[in-house]
């Protein structure tokens, strides 16, 4: 397979109709069990028909919260998210068409597939999806030129259950040096128009005082160490406004972690709901490791968007201690 097919769909799955975090746990027994995170060794493997040819991506380490290294085929690698690989429809998007149903002969057997479409930069997508997880197994594209593409998964480990063995974490004593770091991405999107901003924001720790406190970079008062750790951790406001609506497993470069899930409505000054915050919480330290708002017909630079999203990824921190 060439890259560029799987590329393409990554970056609509991205985009579009892409669940990153989502929670896929199967009550019976005879549907298919979705992992939506990682683990070393991990693989999937793609057979494109117009070139005739596989490709197979193996995980080689993780990199961050939602950043795997892959390598292809064993002749090059690559740093991306699981949605690079792993399209997830959500039937609930407004850019998803539910077409139908249709049975199809993947690697999973003769399956009757959920068929959904959808039409971004001007090509159109259907997607042949396992109706238990929504995963794609097949998708098929057709481009604004009439070239068309169709890409179908030949296997991959994301079926399997792994062994949840979970880091123990703990939050050690800052000190002169210590840092963390968020990534910020946000996605404004609006038919086959998009605009997307990222940028990253450290917190860093310049120097500590005789009584204890911080200096902060770029911070004209000392910080308390609780005020420094309070930066990765949500706010008592927030705690009293989320709900707790399940548990899932995250994979980290700290290691596997259980984590809380919290979801939070978002109302503008007038308490209107506007969309919905979700956070990922590591259960026992309480940091957030991700956070991310989803809203809809947002306006920014003088055009309304229909659909926004903002994620809070923290990519780095130099005090998270894990036991041996």
């Given at each position: 397979?060439?890259?560029?097919?799987v590329?393409?769909?990554?970056?609509v799955?991205?985009?579009?109709?892409?669940?990153?975090?989502?929670?896929f746990l199967?009550?019976?027994g005879?549907?298919?069990?979705l992992?939506?995170?990682l683990?070393?060794?991990?693989w999937?493997?793609?057979y494109?028909?117009?070139?005739d040819?596989?490709?197979r991506y193996?995980?080689?380490?993780v990199?961050?919260?939602d950043?795997?290294?892959?390598?292809?085929?064993d002749?090059?690698t690559?740093t991306?998210?699981?949605?690079?690989?792993?399209m997830?429809?959500?039937?609930?998007?407004r850019?998803?068409?539910?077409?139908?149903?249709?049975t199809?002969?993947t690697?999973?057997g003769?399956?009757?597939?959920?068929?959904?479409?959808m039409?971004?930069?001007?090509?159109?997508?259907?997607y042949?999806?396992e109706?238990?997880?929504?995963?794609?197994?097949?998708?098929e594209?057709?481009?604004s030129?009439g070239?068309?593409?169709?890409v179908?998964?030949t296997g991959?480990?994301?079926?399997?259950?792994?062994?949840?063995?979970?880091a123990e974490?703990?939050l050690g004593?800052?000190?002169?040096?210590?840092t963390?770091?968020?990534?910020?991405h946000?996605y404004?999107?609006?038919?086959?128009?998009?605009?997307?901003e990222?940028?990253?924001i450290?917190?860093?720790?310049?120097?500590?005082?005789?009584?204890g406190?911080l200096n902060?970079?770029d911070?004209e008062?000392?910080a308390?160490?609780?005020e420094?750790?309070a930066?990765?951790l949500m706010?008592?406001?927030?705690i009293?406004?989320?709900?707790i609506?399940?548990?899932k497993?995250v994979?980290?470069?700290?290691?596997?972690m259980?984590?809380?899930?919290?979801?939070?409505?978002?109302?503008?000054?007038e308490?209107?709901s506007?969309?919905d915050?979700?956070f990922?919480?590591?259960?026992?330290?309480g940091?957030v490791?991700?956070?991310?708002?989803e809203?809809?017909?947002?306006?920014?630079?003088?055009?309304?968007w229909?659909?926004?999203r903002?994620?809070?990824?923290?990519?780095?921190?130099?005090i998270?201690?894990?036991a041996d």
């Open positions: 397979m060439n890259p560029k097919s590329a393409i769909i990554a970056v799955a991205v985009v579009v109709a892409v669940i990153s975090f989502g929670t199967m009550d019976s005879d549907d298919p069990e992992r939506d995170y683990v070393e060794g991990d999937v493997e793609y494109d028909e117009g070139e040819s596989t490709m193996t995980v080689l380490s990199e961050g919260i950043s795997y290294m892959y390598s292809i085929s002749e090059m690559i991306a998210p699981y949605s690079y690989l792993f997830v429809v959500d039937p609930d998007d850019g998803v068409e539910y077409l139908g149903s249709e199809v002969d690697f999973l003769e399956i009757d597939c959920d068929v959904y479409g039409t971004s930069f001007s090509s159109q997508i259907i042949y999806v109706p238990a997880t929504c995963l794609a197994l097949v998708t594209l057709e481009g030129d070239s068309t593409a169709r179908v998964m991959t480990s994301v079926f399997d259950p792994v062994d949840q063995e979970f974490i703990a004593q800052p000190v002169a040096g210590s963390f770091t968020h990534g910020s946000s404004y999107t609006s038919g086959d128009n998009f605009i997307t990222n940028y990253d450290t917190v860093t720790v310049e120097s500590v005082n005789e009584d406190t902060i970079t911070s008062d000392p308390t160490v609780e420094f750790v930066g990765l706010t008592d406001d927030e009293g406004a989320s709900t609506v399940g548990t497993v994979s980290t470069q700290w290691g596997l259980e984590c809380d899930v919290y979801v939070m409505p978002h109302v503008d000054s308490g209107v506007m969309g915050r979700t990922i919480v590591e259960s026992n330290t940091i490791l991700t956070t991310w708002l809203m809809h017909d947002v306006e920014f630079d003088g055009e309304v229909e659909d926004y903002s994620e809070f990824t923290l990519s780095d921190c130099s998270i201690l894990v």
